[in-house]
């Protein structure tokens, strides 16, 4: 059995483990692209419960250790990574509640838990990625507690069978096959789960400092490359075509069983999950508004999302299959934001949140209407808690969340659960999306028919990014040297180059369709405004009279310029 002492000492220990190795979790990338890293955000999610932890007395329990863990790991998560990594340690507080000591069974339970609950919060599981990792160590435990006799003879099959499972993703995942990798995010759980290990085995908590040897059990065919993977589908398995969730905030009396039911009998992948409070359901069905008119008879719907599945996974299939990894060195050492918010009254009926690094972008969403703008974006993904502040601080009923990048969407959903007030967040994954969805907000509209039509808008943007090669890469058989300056259309690498300029007039060119009418060019703080000027100028004159080209000084970091097109 162990106490809570030994329970904290091992969340601790994990994330001083993390936190030492996530430069070399950061680095398993084959994509060149500065970003938010895997390593980092998981690294941040579980080191904001360390402070909690180490005040907590040695007297402690289970319980009281995984809860303040769990409750700091939601605050602090950040990124997809973070997110799930928080969902996993969330398993432990539900699955040791009011317990004093925990045995091989308990901590078995507590992974399953984790893992179910992790599993239910992504819409679509990807097999191959840190969920698999997870699962795969989670049921041997379960299989086996019984037999094992104590906890560190449990811990010793998590990780066996979790390690077994990380070599074997690249079997599970053509994108890891290729690039002949293990997912970056399983690996960084196996480093938690290691660094949990020593301190159940009865060794000292691994010190939080950097340490760049090699762990024995990490494969040694992913030294220096790994990916992120997306959701992955085929347009051919799509029978029904658009995917279809929300939440619908039951009346009283209402029931998941029914909806489900009927949900099932007109599309297919439901998931249909309640608590005392709200419904969630997911569905993939050929009619939304059948759908919709159905659950309104059970309460008043939020946070819907609905997706064309065949435009969105076919223009999915023309993007890199990863997260597009590696953070500036300085990125990584930048101190954690600081926010000062308030919790405000509801005085208005709505408001809104964006996020975006870059003084001229934050003064666009302002003008735009958006009362609390989070500083944060690709080098630096806000946490939760940094999302739930401003929330706060918003004087509305009902609060809309733009997240303006994919890998803060997830930390934005979590923040939903914490706010005192409604928060419906709009899955924008770039800034010109985020612009483009305020720009569609209609005041004297209903919160369901704006949240449906911004995001309608939003769908519809193409989205430019001209940044640099972070190191020498290659990628889809394209050499690409450190510091040379890359194009981005919609997530992929199309072309890379020594001249800023022309590098940037020949994306917005190929960006361009038939019924484009609008281009908005979006200079960086590395780009003076006469550099900027003479760059829209080319534009329009590569793209032509019949398009309205504009520019805006956004003064975003890691992008030159980032280009919108309508």
């Known amino acids: ?125 990807t097999e191959g990625t840190i969920l698999t990792v997870a699962r795969v160590a989670a049921e041997h435990a379960s299989q086996e507690a019984a037999q094992a006799v104590d906890v560190p003879a449990l811990w010793s099959i998590v990780m066996t069978a979790g390690q077994d499972a990380l070599d074997h993703t690249p079997d599970q995942l053509p994108v890891l ?76 009396d209402a029931s998941a069983d029914k909806l489900r039911a009927f949900a099932e009998s007109n599309g297919d992948s439901v998931v249909c999950i309640e608590d005392d409070e709200v419904i969630n359901l997911h569905v993939h069905t050929a009619d939304p508004g059948k759908i919709l008119s159905e659950a309104i008879k059970y309460g008043y719907l939020t946070n819907f999302k609905i997706e064309n599945m065949h435009e969105q996974f076919l223009a999915r299939q023309k993007q890199a299959k990863s997260l597009e990894k590696q953070a500036k060195a300085e990125a990584s050492a930048a101190p954690q934001q600081e926010f000062t918010y308030a919790a405000a009254d509801p005085e208005q009926p709505f408001g809104f949140v964006a996020v975006a690094a870059g003084e001229g972008l934050k003064d666009v969403f302002t003008d735009l209407g958006v009362t609390a703008v989070v500083s944060g974006g690709q080098t630096m993904n806000p946490s939760t808690e940094d999302i739930v502040a401003a929330v706060q601080s918003v004087p509305a009923e009902t609060v809309f969340v733009l997240p303006n990048n994919k890998n803060i969407i997830m930390a934005a959903e979590q923040a939903q659960k914490i706010a005192d007030r409604r928060v419906v967040v709009l899955p924008t994954r770039t800034v010109p999306q985020g612009i483009t969805a305020m720009l569609t907000f209609d005041p004297d509209a209903a919160v369901d028919a704006n949240t449906i039509a911004m995001m309608q808008a939003a769908e519809k943007i193409g989205t430019g990014l001209v940044t640099y090669a972070a190191r020498d890469s290659e990628f889809d058989g394209k050499k690409i040297r450190k510091g040379e300056y890359m194009a981005l259309e919609n997530g992929k690498i199309v072309a890379t180059g020594t001249d800023l300029t022309k590098i940037t007039y020949r994306l917005a060119r190929s960006m361009k369709k038939k019924d484009t009418q609008f281009i908005t060019v979006i200079s960086g703080c590395d780009v003076s405004n006469e550099e900027a000027e003479k760059t829209t100028a080319m534009v329009q004159a590569k793209c032509g009279n019949d398009v309205e080209v504009t520019h805006l000084v956004g003064g975003q970091p890691v992008y030159y310029y980032m280009i919108s097109v309508e």
């Open 1 to 125: 059995m162990i106490n809570g002492k030994i329970l904290k000492n091992a969340i601790i220990s994990g994330a001083n483990n993390i936190a030492n190795r996530r430069a070399s979790v950061d680095e398993l990338n084959v994509f060149p692209v500065p970003d938010g890293d895997t390593g980092t955000n998981m690294s941040m999610t579980v080191g904001a419960c360390i402070g909690e932890l180490e005040a907590l007395g040695d007297d402690c329990t289970v319980a009281e250790a995984a809860k303040t863990a769990a409750g700091a790991m939601l605050r602090g998560a950040r990124g997809n990574s973070g997110v799930i990594t928080s969902l996993l340690f969330r398993g432990f507080s539900k699955a040791l509640d009011g317990k004093t000591v925990a045995g091989p069974e308990d901590l078995a339970n507590a992974l399953t838990k984790g893992v179910e609950a992790a599993y239910k919060a992504v819409m679509k599981p």
């Open 177 to 252: 096959k290729k690039a002949g990798v293990v997912d970056a995010g399983g690996q960084g759980i196996m480093l938690i789960f290691a660094g949990m290990q020593q301190v159940f085995e009865g060794g000292e908590i691994i010190a939080g400092q950097e340490n760049t040897g090699s762990m024995a059990k990490l494969n040694s065919s992913a030294a220096g490359k790994g990916v992120y993977t997306d959701d992955l589908m085929k347009v051919e398995d799509i029978t029904n075509g658009y995917c279809t969730q929300f939440l619908v905030n039951k009346n009283p």
